[in-house]
């Protein structure tokens, strides 16, 4: 219904009219200006409540609510038995705000048991920031993938990279759902535009947005690459697995028997494969870890890095020198160091429990975002194996891509040795840690603390490698390889004809001679470092060179890509 006003009627007192008028006759009014330009309506037709709304809205209203509401009763029951959250808690408990969603319709019908065909799509807000997001609902076919729920996941995942925004996967399926009826008969998630099309668009978004995937149940088959091919995954102790068969099939396949649990659950993953990034003991520890993981990631790979205010450390960073012992063997955790150099409370270790020689993580040092690449001396003395130097590439090359600048805090008496290592492929393997250091350009400095022995400082960012800076501290020892193996180098042959006292004594007397060698004053004074420096120096040290390189260049390369994969 029209009002019409004579003279100047401002929008509030026009609104005001509108709204007693159409509480009065009970449907909307809009209030115009004699030439029929609409001045205001009531607001009840705002905010679409009363009255106002329509039968045909109110009905399209009713099924929405039917759908959102998740699958059978079965369904729920199924969540409640495995202490499983429903998909729309979980998404209340990670997104301060759900924006908008995508897809509510897919696979409608009047008798449907497959209300948004199992997997929600859409955008939300986490801490100020816009996040795109896929859900698997577990109460429709224990959240299996359809042919529109994979439809959905393809859209959103394309429209994540248009936007220039993150991606959190709540992973929550058994796999790809097979012959459910005749609508998804023959389908094989194979053709150009379904499933396939999932993995590929992560690999070809890989870098571009940063992709977080939370693992709550069993993922099987092929549907399990949808969280390996994220940036990083969170797995949740006691209801989370991924393989790529289920034990049932594995059983058939190989006659091998074994359980969900030993076959690919958080424990294999996050001590073995290495492919978990971290495991939480529940879904309210997930959400804090993605929103943790999110503060040192930019919304895309060329946006600014979110900043916190600065902190001091959580440990006196005069009291670092104390830390590290003066023998080149002795252990110590280099948790200690990072504790008195980066901003407290800002330690994010990821892959903790998988090579545990090498440590990764996050942190913030004046409040910026900072890569730890670090190696554990309370570990096998801190050597480089080949899973460790996986774990590390695979770490150098993801800050690179969102251009997280890398501090690597080197104590290595460089990469393992032996017959077992070299079968686990130790050059192979190696070389990719040596290759990302090499490649990556973002800022990147190398703290030489104590050993620097062989080829290990190669791979933690040794002056050829392109650091910004090689910093070193007292104890720092620079050398082609540690004492014990400089000396049986040199004089094995010698050596094999001692025995007893005058062996024990030659050995003494060379490593002294070794130690004169590798005097790092002397290294310094040739320019084999930038700077050597205090040990209780470090943090302020780091912190101007972060701020010098902040406007980092970065170079196009001359080549499309190396050959050296990950």
């Known amino acids: 219904m029209e009002i019409t006003v004579d003279g100047e009627t401002d929008e509030d007192t026009a609104r005001v009219i509108a709204t007693a008028v159409a509480e009065h006759l009970g449907q909307p009014v809009e209030i115009v200006d004699p030439g029929g330009d609409r001045v205001a309506a009531d607001e009840e037709e ?5 009255d106002i709304v329509t039968e045909r809205e109110q009905n399209l209203r009713d099924q929405i609510e039917e759908i959102v509401s998740g699958g059978p009763e079965r369904g729920h029951e199924k969540l409640e038995n495995l202490g499983k959250a429903f998909v729309r808690d979980r998404l209340d408990l990670l997104f301060d705000e759900i924006t908008y969603e995508d897809g509510t319709f897919a696979r409608f019908s009047d008798d ?110 092929g549907s399990a690459y949808t969280p390996v091919f994220c940036d990083f995954l969170i797995m949740v102790e006691d209801i989370s697995g991924m393989a790529i068969a289920s034990p049932r099939i594995v059983e058939a396949m190989t006659g091998e028997a074994v359980d969900m649990e030993e076959l690919g659950g958080p424990d294999v993953h996050a001590t073995q494969s290495g492919s978990a990034d971290l495991v939480v003991p529940d879904e309210e520890s997930a959400v804090a870890a993605v929103k943790a993981l999110l503060s040192y990631l930019p919304q895309k790979y060329d946006a600014p890095n979110p900043t916190r205010e600065p902190k001091p450390p959580v440990k006196n960073p005069k009291g670092l020198d104390a830390v590290i012992p003066e023998e080149p063997n002795a252990a110590y955790d280099v948790h200690e ?36 690449v670090a190696n554990q001396p309370e570990h096998v003395s801190g050597a480089i194996f080949p899973d460790s130097a996986e774990k590390a590439a695979e770490f150098v090359w993801i800050c690179d891509a969102y251009e997280i600048p890398l501090v690597y805090l080197c104590d290595t008496p460089g990469f393992m040795v032996g017959s077992k290592v070299e079968r686990e492929g130790i050059l192979q393997r190696g070389r990719k840690f040596i290759y990302a250091t090499s490649n990556a350009q973002v800022p990147k400095f190398c703290v ?105 260049r970065r170079d196009d390369p001359d080549r499309h890509h190396g050959t050296i994969l990950f």
């Open 448 to 552: 030489i603390t104590r050993k620097a022995y062989g080829a290990g400082i190669y791979a933690m960012c040794g002056p050829a490698f392109g650091a910004d800076a090689t910093l070193a501290l007292p104890s720092a020892e620079i050398s082609v390889m540690g004492p014990d193996a400089a000396v049986h180098a040199l004089f094995g042959g010698q050596l094999e004809d001692m025995e007893g006292e005058t062996r024990e004594a030659f050995i003494e007397s060379a490593k002294e001679q070794f130690d004169d060698f590798v005097d790092l004053r002397a290294q310094a004074a040739k320019m084999q470092v930038d700077e050597l420096l205090p040990a209780g120096d470090l943090r302020e040290q780091l912190l101007a060179r972060l701020s010098a390189f902040r406007n980092k």
């Open 112 to 221: 449907d048991e497959l209300p948004a065909d199992g997997l929600l799509t859409g955008v939300g807000e986490i801490d100020g920031r816009e996040v795109f997001f896929t859900a698997n609902d577990y109460s429709v076919k224990a959240g299996s993938l359809g042919q529109m729920g994979v439809e959905k996941e393809i859209r959103l995942s394309e429209r994540a990279a248009e936007a220039g925004a993150p991606i959190v996967r709540l992973i929550d399926s058994t796999g790809a759902r097979l012959n459910a009826d005749e609508r998804e008969q023959g389908d094989t998630h194979m053709d150009r535009y379904r499933g396939g099309k999932m993995f590929y668009n992560q690999c070809l978004h890989s870098g571009q947005i940063p992709q977080i995937g939370v693992l709550y149940g069993p993922d099987i088959a």
């Open 337 to 372: 160091v990072i504790d008195r150099v980066v901003d407290r409370d800002s330690w994010f270790e990821t892959k903790p429990r998988f090579a545990p020689e090498i440590v990764t993580g996050f942190a913030r040092m004046g409040g910026r975002p900072v890569g730890i």
């Open 46 to 50: 705002w905010n679409g409540g009363g």
